[in-house]
């Protein structure tokens, strides 16, 4: 093997397994944003391979199977996600396998450069390329955060899994009988509160009525009171006078009937 430096296949190999992992890093993290982005929406979303976990999950509870580690279900429809005939967990961790190649390559050449006791600025440089190559690699896996968002889609899954449709589906196809009973049970209440809230509606309105007809009432009935009053004196005062009257005329009519038969009498005696 011939001096890194001089050999420049080799540095040129080095420079190209660098690119290639950092290339592949950033398609890996631009999957990972996709597929983050649509489980935000997993109800409506089109993504085919997040529409194909939906569904095995769904047909497992149809077929009265329950999935109890939603996790290791996750994980391993993941491992099933495929790029270029590539895993995503091939494709996540090529930094790895750059990393072991770029060391394993410099190590080999570190050795063979003391064995033929090169200078020490050769030495220093063939520790340097590959500590620069490595740098590069690392701040790809800092810029992009592939294992981050591998960990948020992870934890948005298994949060619309767990605790959104795992419990409809355990009781619409594993407990079907129990789903019935509460809604029996639900609906039961509803009707008789719906029942009482009627009758606390009316008895409230009862009351509200009783309320304006003893208060309202009051002005209007000690008026009509009034004017019957009045209208009874005044109809008594004219009874009064309308006898006064009658007694009046019967007397005088009584004192001619009486001075009438004095004359008679006086008459026949003369």
Same mark, same amino acid.
């Given at each position: 093997m011939k001096d890194l430096c001089e050999d420049r296949r080799l540095l040129l190999g080095m420079v190209i397994c660098t690119a290639a992992s950092i290339l592949l890093k950033c398609i890996c993290a631009i999957i990972y944003h996709k597929l983050l982005h649509d489980s935000r929406q997993l109800q409506t979303t089109k993504n085919k391979w997040l529409r194909a976990m939906l569904t095995k999950y769904e047909a497992s509870y149809k077929i009265r199977i329950s999935i109890n580690d939603p996790d290791c279900f996750v994980s391993r429809h993941l491992e099933r996600y495929h790029v270029f005939k590539l895993s995503l967990?091939? &494709? =996540?961790?090529?930094?790895?396998?750059?990393t072991a190649l770029l060391i394993s390559t410099s190590l080999l050449a570190l050795i063979q450069g003391i064995a033929g006791r090169q200078p020490m600025r050769q030495l220093l440089l063939q520790i340097l390329i590959p500590l620069f190559l490595l @740098? %590069?690699?690392g701040l790809s896996e800092m %810029?992009? *955060?592939? *294992?981050?968002k591998k960990r948020c889609l992870k934890l948005q899954l298994l949060d619309y899994l767990e605790?959104?449709?795992q @419990? #409809? %589906?355990?009781? +619409?196809y594993l407990h079907p009988e129990l789903q019935k009973a509460y809604q029996n049970a639900y609906f039961d209440i509803t009707s008789s509160l719906e029942g009482q809230d009627r009758l606390d509606h009316m008895? +409230? &309105? =009862? #009351?509200?009525? +009783? #309320? =304006? *007809?003893?208060e309202k009432p009051k002005s209007t009935f000690s008026k009509e009171m009034r004017e019957l009053i009045d209208s009874l004196v005044q109809e008594e005062k004219l009874a009064k006078d309308i006898q006064q009257i009658e007694q009046e005329n019967t007397a005088t009519a009584a004192t001619k009937e009486k001075m009438q038969l004095i004359e008679e009498i006086i008459k026949e005696y003369l």
């Amino acid at each position: 093997m011939k001096d890194l430096c001089e050999d420049r296949r080799l540095l040129l190999g080095m420079v190209i397994c660098t690119a290639a992992s950092i290339l592949l890093k950033c398609i890996c993290a631009i999957i990972y944003h996709k597929l983050l982005h649509d489980s935000r929406q997993l109800q409506t979303t089109k993504n085919k391979w997040l529409r194909a976990m939906l569904t095995k999950y769904e047909a497992s509870y149809k077929i009265r199977i329950s999935i109890n580690d939603p996790d290791c279900f996750v994980s391993r429809h993941l491992e099933r996600y495929h790029v270029f005939k590539l895993s995503l967990y091939t &494709l =996540e961790n090529t930094d790895l396998f750059a990393t072991a190649l770029l060391i394993s390559t410099s190590l080999l050449a570190l050795i063979q450069g003391i064995a033929g006791r090169q200078p020490m600025r050769q030495l220093l440089l063939q520790i340097l390329i590959p500590l620069f190559l490595l @740098s %590069l690699i690392g701040l790809s896996e800092m %810029l992009f *955060r592939i *294992r981050h968002k591998k960990r948020c889609l992870k934890l948005q899954l298994l949060d619309y899994l767990e605790n959104t449709i795992q @419990s #409809k %589906l355990e009781n +619409q196809y594993l407990h079907p009988e129990l789903q019935k009973a509460y809604q029996n049970a639900y609906f039961d209440i509803t009707s008789s509160l719906e029942g009482q809230d009627r009758l606390d509606h009316m008895v +409230q &309105l =009862e #009351k509200m009525n +009783q #309320k =304006e *007809r003893e208060e309202k009432p009051k002005s209007t009935f000690s008026k009509e009171m009034r004017e019957l009053i009045d209208s009874l004196v005044q109809e008594e005062k004219l009874a009064k006078d309308i006898q006064q009257i009658e007694q009046e005329n019967t007397a005088t009519a009584a004192t001619k009937e009486k001075m009438q038969l004095i004359e008679e009498i006086i008459k026949e005696y003369l």
